[in-house]
């Protein structure tokens, strides 16, 4: 089955304009690969290690699963790249998805679930996007057997990154905007060996988190546990975080921020400043309990009102909306009415197209959320400060005691206006290095970088992508000369009623979709060609075989 859906796809694949002939012969073996075999010829049990055996027999390119412990995450993974055997832990650091349900393109292994790659091999920062290394072990290959020893602890651990500290280096790199990306720059520098001085400002009042989890878990998502990394790594490694600071201005003559009457001096400037909620300018979008939801006091004021609720208005059928309206459902069910609002037919319709998005829509109505779509919001009305109807240009209205705006970002280009190149997209103008000033890089959300797909400045708003941008600057600030990769396919995924879409390439403009699988059962690739060539492609319940050109192939 695998194998009958693997060469359909490395043929579909061959239409494509990202992929050639031998790269789509590599997904269609890495998908065979796929089949795993959980097995050990012998396990031995001692005091706080494991010692494992298994037969020496992987070909080139396949990769096994090999249970170590009584658990079931007690497992490793072994495979073979040019000769070489490795054994990689099988958990995913991100979230704990099993590697073994991924792919494995050359000596990387990529999680299927939010598709971050690992390069075992690679001694800084490889692995991608992630703040997580994944934990290696050393495997003996001895009379046709695989012995692999394992310290018990290393299972549930993270595995190092190797970052250095900072010494007596002057030379300054100063990072506005304490997002994924700006988080992903710093580390990037430490880990390539910048011993310098390193400087992130932000105008949150919390050191970097991982904003993704806040529309998909509201209720549960708590500040600490989406830092990224608590104060103490900060200090270890010598970054400065400057929390609830807001640069005003920045002064590319004379190398300066300037944050209200403080002046800050850099050697390298980079801009990570993201995007804020974009607010629709409507009669009423400033009253209270109408809420948008990028930082972390939005779910806060979100969760906190839903509570309470009874009629709760979402403005916008597209991921942040969606996925809030399904969190919100899910755990409050009847005690409240749920009502997606959007000017377009069916929710996703810009990006996933009609069909997937009218899918989707049943999903969420046979889940009890209810649409006005086709149509747009003419003003939010209420009394004594507070919102409690929002009026439809088709002349209806909705009651609502909650109005949460999903309405979109607005790149935080503020900073660049005047000295830099910023695009009537939005977005701050860069080259393939990310560069856009003599000592001043742009990536991130804020970002309009070349892309290689669709041959054009794009701005993503994607975690992976805000990671990898992050890497590439700072590589090439370290003197590392890292550009856009051709090869580079963005991804993003959304999660709603506990299922995971995932999202692959650059579809914007699509004219047509190629729909291979069942999108009544959910389990459906889509494919998304533009004049002829496939651009993206969107899945449930089966491989995104796009997404794993999310990789720098060497
Ligand atoms: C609720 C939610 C769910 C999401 N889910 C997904 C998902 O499932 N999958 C996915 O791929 N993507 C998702 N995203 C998108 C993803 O989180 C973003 O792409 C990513 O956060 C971008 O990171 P960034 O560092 O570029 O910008 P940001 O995260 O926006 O960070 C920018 C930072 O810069 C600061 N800043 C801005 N201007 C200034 C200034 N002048 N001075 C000082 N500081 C400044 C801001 O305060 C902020 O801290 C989601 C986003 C949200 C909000
Ligand atoms: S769990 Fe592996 S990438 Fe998220």
Redesign the pocket.
Known sequence: MLKILSSSLAVSLRRTNLITPRIAQRVAISLISLPLIRYSLKTLNLNDVYEIETQDDLQEGEMREVQVGPNKEDAVLVFKFDGQIYCVLNSCPHVGASLSAGFLVGDKVKCSF?NISFFVKDDYHEEEPMFKGLQTFPVKQENGLLKIRIQKELLNAPGTLNMVTTKDNPYHVVI?????????AAETLRQARFTGKITM????NSL?Y???????IPFLVKLQDLQIREQQFYDQYGIDVLVN????SIDTKNKQVH?GNEKINYDKLLI??????RKPPLAGVDLKNVHT???FN??EAIREKAKSAQNIVIVGAS??GM??ASAIKKELKDQVNVTVVDNTSVPFEKVLGTEVGASLQKLHQENGVEFELSVGVKRFAGRKDSVQRVDLLNGKSLLADLVILGTG?QP?N??GQGQLITSKYGGIFTDQFFKVAPHVYA?????NNPNFIIYQNVR????????K??QIAALNIQGIKTPVSMSDVP?????QWDKTLSYSGVGEGFDEVIIDGDLKKLKFIAYYAKNGSIVASASMNIPNVLAQFDLRLK
């Open positions: 939010h506005i905007g304490g997002g994924v990306s700006g988080q992903s400002i932000t105008a949150e970097p991982d904003r993704t989890f806040m529309s998909k600071k807001f640069v005003d944050i990570a400043t993201g995007g804020s909620a939801l990028r930082q939005g779910v991921f942040i996925e809030i970002i935080n503020q900073l990536f991130g959300d804020v970002a993503f708003e994607h975690y992976n992508e805000a990671v941008q992050g991804f993003f995924w959304t999660r």
